[in-house]
């Protein structure tokens, strides 16, 4: 089982509607989670980050998180095709190890 | 200036060849990361220097060496390269110490190398 995982995708969304997307991971005693948006050819940049259980809003993009079922979901409303990406997950298990990355979910936004 | 700044951005290189990748941050971040990343993976992490020491190695092959002459700078010198080797790669910072909770990363734009 990897450690951080993400279904591949490609995640074809019309135009505004809501993107959902997941990530599982395999250790109980993580504390922290990441969203990094990747456009084609571009670096990670941090978009989004929770570290209780809960919903927490940023503009369009919320991220839930439910440690009891070890997952954490990005959703993003009001899709639009500049939110054509591949999204990042990537988790910090107890204090002390380093950030792993899930292996991303490209979304196309079709206008 | 909240960016990370990388160069080159692209590099062509020979097996026989030695040539360095540079990064450089002003935004006070005492972590810096070197991180490899193959077309549709994720970034890998090859290692991590907080405040200028290497504190992560995750055994990367002795043809990539690392080197951070201030808390500003990062390097990584290359050597002796395989064609596999071709790949981005991704300097990034962090005001936290490596694996803190709120460990944030900031990325540069990253060196596209090619091996020949």
């Known amino acids: 089982q990897k450690e951080v995982e993400q279904n591949s995708g490609p995640l074809s969304v019309p135009e505004g509607a809501i993107a959902s997307l997941n990530c599982t991971y395999s250790?109980?005693?993580?504390?922290?989670f990441f969203w990094y948006r990747q456009y084609s050819g571009k670096s990670p940049e941090l978009i989004m980050f929770i570290y209780s259980n809960g919903d927490k809003e940023d503009g369009r993009f919320t991220a839930q998180l439910n440690k009891a079922s070890q997952y954490v979901s990005l959703l993003i409303r009001d899709s639009q095709p500049s939110d054509s990406a591949t999204y990042l997950c990537?988790?910090?298990?107890?204090?002390?190890?380093?950030?792993?990355f899930g292996g991303g979910t490209r979304v196309l936004v079709k206008p | 200036d909240t960016e990370v700044t990388q160069t080159p951005k692209h590099l062509v290189m020979g097996m026989t060849n030695k040539k360095s990748l540079k990064c450089e941050q002003h935004?006070?971040?005492?972590?810096m990361y070197w991180y490899k990343q193959k077309a549709k993976k994720p970034p890998e992490l090859m290692f991590v220097?907080?405040?200028?020491?290497?504190?992560i190695n995750e055994s990367v092959p002795s043809r990539f060496s690392p080197e951070c002459p201030n808390s500003s700078l990062l390097n990584l010198h290359l050597h002796a390269l395989q064609p596999e080797d071709s790949a981005l790669y991704l300097c990034?910072?962090?005001?936290?110490?490596?694996?803190?909770?709120?460990?944030?990363?900031?990325f540069g734009s990253g060196t596209q190398l090619s091996v020949l």
């Open positions: 250790d109980r005693g993580s504390q922290s």
């Open positions: 990034a910072s962090s005001r936290e110490v490596p694996g803190a909770p709120n460990e944030k990363l900031f």
């Open positions: 990537a988790v910090i298990k107890a204090a002390g190890n380093k950030l792993t």
């Open positions: 935004m006070g971040h005492r972590a």
């Open positions: 220097y907080s405040y200028e020491k290497l504190s």
